[in-house]
């Protein structure tokens, strides 16, 4: 049986371009996997500097990003996106209750969501498909 994959694009009609940004890779990867099973173009980093060297250099549309990093500002490489790529948008995810207040989007203004490390990576893709086809 020969199983069609459905491909993610964003609003310019090519495949979607995603940087996971996150610490810890047997996170990464999971998300990572599952983004590129639904045709999408996945780059993972682990650091700030990984991160910005990436989006200096790469078209992207949406970023995963944990809000804790252990090296570098999550909060820094939004910011940076933001001036490089203003299309691209932030799903940002976190295990702590920092900025569940929603101060988040007052803070980072290409921020689209903030959600728990523990959503599941079917959830994530959907969000990085609404976010990301629309820009």
Known sequence: MNIERAQTI???GTSMNVLIVESRPELSS???NHLERQQMNVICAAT??????????????IIIMDLILKEGSALAISD???FRQPNARVIFVTNTSFF?????FSHCSNASALVPAATTP???AAMVEHYGSSR
């Open 100 to 104: 569940s207040d929603g101060s988040i």
């Open 10 to 12: 964003n609003s310019s």
């Open 30 to 32: 999971v998300w990572k």
């Open 80 to 82: 940076y996106a933001n």
């Open 122 to 124: 079917e959830d994530l």
């Open 48 to 61: 700030q500097d990984a991160a910005i060297t990436h989006i200096a250099d790469h078209p992207v549309d």
